[in-house]
């Protein structure tokens, strides 16, 4: 018997990491139009919308039954499940998958991962590596909740304008802001978003977060990893020309989930790591 790890499609997983998983899609929409995350549209196409659409995207939860089907795939494979599923703070996905859990009594774990994107993202490399290490599913489902806690996942926003869209900021904010080139340093707190800092323009906001990094200290003995919101990378190779030697040549790159970048907007920079 063998243990298998569930994601949804807000992690930001690796092509490596990916191929090892099942991935439970959100669905996406763009005013009457309606995609499966990851299925029907990729990454660089929800940006590619996300710029040129008048219409502000949402996202629907994923459902308990697909939630089942990617369950009972694994359970009648003789395996047990653990599934690592986004902040129930952020979305009622977890719901789901513990509703869909109810069916498979004593085979499926359902860990809340109180994060999203590269968060989820790292918290599901290292349970990858607790199967590899041969714990039970009871005792990886354990360790995960003691090691969410040390997860930290920020992110400089490049531009206020979809934090205004989406509600999160008035329009008299986001223009003030606008005009002072003011970049938020956005981080997930207790498993909400949360506005940490502010920065003059993207150097000094680039350097915020770096202090807030070195400030709670990396465990470079578990996963890491930077992303990016946006068609391109060009914002991510400019804070990796400001961080100097915080982040390693090495470290995994990922374009972040559509569900963060709704928010977030193109040019976002992220980090996700284990805090000491």
């Keep these: 018997m063998g243990i298998r790890i569930v994601v949804d499609s807000t992690a930001d997983l690796t092509p490596q990491v990916r191929q090892r998983v099942i991935v439970v899609p959100l669905t996406i929409h763009f005013g009457e139009e ?40 694994a359970v009648a494979d003789g395996d047990e499940v653990v599934a690592i599923v986004v902040s129930s703070k952020l979305s009622g996905t977890y719901q789901s998958a513990v509703i869909a859990a109810e069916d498979y009594p004593g085979k499926v774990h359902v860990v809340d991962s ?48 979809y934090l205004q869209r989406g509600g999160r900021l008035s329009k008299t904010a986001a223009i003030a802001g606008g005009l002072l080139s003011i970049k938020p340093i956005i981080g997930l707190v207790d498993g909400e978003i949360k506005v940490l800092a502010k920065g003059r323009g993207n150097k000094q906001a680039n350097n915020l977060m770096n202090q807030e990094v070195v400030k709670t200290g990396i465990d470079a003995s578990v996963p890491m990893m930077l992303g990016y919101t946006g068609t391109d990378d060009e914002f991510l190779r400019k804070y990796r020309q400001d961080s100097g030697e915080l982040w390693s040549a090495d470290t995994p790159e990922s374009l972040v989930c559509g569900v963060v970048g709704t928010h977030a907007g193109p040019g976002a920079v992220a980090v996700a790591f284990f805090s000491k």
Excluded: C, W
């Excluded at 969410?148 to 996942?153: C, I, P, S």
């Design 34 to 73: 309606e995609f499966v995350d990851g299925v029907n549209i990729t990454g660089q196409e929800f940006y590619e919308k996300l710029v040129t659409s008048k219409m502000m995207p949402s996202t629907s939860q994923a459902t308990p039954y697909a939630f089942s089907a990617a369950f009972g795939q």
């Design 114 to 161: 109180l994060n999203i994107a590269l968060g989820s993202a790292i918290l599901t490399e290292y349970a990858l590596r607790l199967v590899d290490e041969g714990h039970s599913a009871q005792e990886i489902t354990s360790l995960l909740e003691a090691a969410r806690e040390r997860v930290r996942l920020m992110a400089v926003v490049d531009t206020l304008e």
